[in-house]
């Protein structure tokens, strides 16, 4: 059973960095095949970074210069470095995969950015 696990969510002021985690477990998926999501209560799941099944890095035009995606084969682990962080970036940060057609969630972790 594929379980995703994100981590490394909190309270930042504006113009401020956080480093974000998701740990995979359970299944026989790529590092490659994750991606990051975000959502605000009452809006849709927004796509914001993600890694092809070739290892190219993707960025939504809000992201992009900003935050870069990454992974570590050896911790089983895609971060997310977001750098220069703006009050719009408040949201809950979710990790995903597509894994045999079928798509695994983590639990989210919270992102605030305060002015």
């Known amino acids: 059973q594929v379980q995703l696990v994100e981590s490394g969510g909190g309270s930042v002021q504006a113009g401020g960095s956080l480093r974000i985690s998701c740990t995979a477990s359970?299944?026989?998926?790529?590092?490659?095949?994750m991606r990051w999501h975000r959502q605000v209560l009452g809006e849709e799941r927004e796509l914001v970074a993600w890694l092809s099944p070739i290892g190219v890095a993707n960025y939504a035009d809000s992201v992009k210069g900003r935050f870069t995606i990454s992974s570590d084969s050896a911790k089983n682990t895609v971060f997310l470095q977001m750098n220069s962080l703006k009050p719009e970036d408040t949201a809950i940060y979710y990790c995903?995969?597509?894994?045999?057609?079928?798509?695994?969630w983590g639990q989210g972790t919270q992102v605030t950015v305060f002015s």
């Open positions: 359970g299944g026989g998926f790529s590092l490659y095949n």
């Open positions: 995903a995969v597509n894994n045999g057609g079928t798509v695994y």
